[in-house]
């Protein structure tokens, strides 16, 4: 950016949004640091540890927004993160699937509420630490584009994001590969320079989501893990425990390696398989997003069904009822109902759905 700016910064109390702050400060811009307060659970994490978003981490952002001399403040966003995420994801497991909350916090909270909120701090741009990197073209529109640090590249989480939203966002980190961040954070003598990267579901420290899905109202329904052909191979205590793609803790002595491929919500069935079971040729997805304009005929790119996934080659198509058709060059595995499916060209994002 040539011009100063006001810039919100939303400081997760980690090293990539502290050292965004830090690049923006230097740069001369009127930097404000935000943290977000989503949820409440006892403090068993100490600063350093693998948490997201837990109240050492927005002491951390703090420390950092001190140290920066900016000013700082804490949002609290409980009960709409309760509302629009941590609900979410309980009614999805529960349905069968599998959520992806990060992706939904992405979309709905800090590009959602957060986004909206800068008008209140009279400013001009949100900016996060995340890996990804916004260009304009010479006809205007916004393209979001992997980072440069194929091993962080976050633009899997961010498929959501529009034009309007693009064009108030920026990620200062996205052209940098995460050494040179760290460099950066002990050149800035940042508090958290040395602190480790958060991991886990944020709302779910101790990764127990079976714990929390039934602390939560998912009553356990027993029912039978059967094969494709509907034969029983033995119980289950209830199909939230299941994911697709899921080997261990079936417990079933079987001649060969079983998978979960599929979970019958209605009839409470988990179905299983060996692994050849588990391919797919191709995938349905609906509340599509797009980054401009939605695709036209038939698209020919790439296709990533999970996170860090390598894009694969795919084409994909509009269907007359509005969910998106993606075909695989070859067979994949892991295609998860409730996942996202984010449709790259090269290596900028065309938009998404999520998985059926």
């Known amino acids: 950016m040539s011009d100063k700016k006001r ?33 409440e659970r006892p403090e068993k994490t100490p600063s350093g540890g693998k948490t997201c978003c837990s109240l050492t981490d927005v002491m951390d952002a703090a420390r950092v927004a001190k140290r920066l001399g900016i000013p700082f403040q804490v949002v609290d966003l409980r009960q709409r993160f309760q509302e629009l995420v941590i609900d979410d994801f309980v009614s999805e497991y529960r349905a069968g699937r599998t959520p992806n909350p990060c992706a939904r916090c992405n979309e709905r909270i800090k590009f959602g509420l957060l986004l909206e909120m800068t008008a209140s701090f009279d400013a001009d741009l949100l900016a996060t630490g995340h890996y990804a990197r916004i260009e304009a073209d010479a006809c205007g529109i916004y393209r979001l584009r992997k980072g440069l640090d194929p091993r962080k590249d976050q633009t899997y989480f961010l498929f959501g994001m529009n034009q309007q939203q693009l064009a108030r966002t920026i990620f200062p980190v996205g052209h940098l590969e995460k050494p040179e961040v760290r460099q950066l954070a002990a050149h800035f003598n940042l508090p958290v ?164």
Request: charged share 20%; hydrophobic share 35%.
């Open 7 to 39: 810039v919100v910064v939303a400081m997760s109390g980690g090293v990539d949004s502290s050292v965004t702050a830090a690049l923006l400060k230097e740069q001369g811009h009127d930097v404000i640091g935000v943290s977000l307060q989503l949820y």
């Open 193 to 356: 320079a040395q602190k480790q990267e958060s991991q886990e579901i944020c709302f779910i420290p101790d990764n127990d989501y079976i714990r929390f899905l039934e602390e939560s109202g998912v009553a356990p329904r027993a029912g039978e893990i059967v094969d494709r052909d509907g034969n029983r191979l033995g119980l289950h205590d209830g199909i939230h425990r299941y994911t697709v793609g899921q080997r261990r803790g079936l417990g079933i002595a079987w001649k060969e390696p079983l998978y979960v491929t599929a979970i019958d919500t209605a009839n409470a069935r988990v179905v299983v398989g060996p692994k050849e079971e588990l391919e797919r040729t191709s995938l349905l997805a609906d509340q599509l997003t797009w980054t401009n304009a939605p695709i036209s005929g038939c698209f020919r790119g790439t296709c990533s069904i999970r996170y860090r996934q390598q894009p694969v080659p795919c084409h994909a198509e509009l269907c007359k009822d509005g969910r998106l058709r993606v075909e695989f060059d070859t067979p994949q595995t892991g295609v998860t109902p409730g996942q996202a499916v984010v449709l790259y060209d090269g290596d900028t994002v065309v938009g998404g759905g999520w998985i059926l």
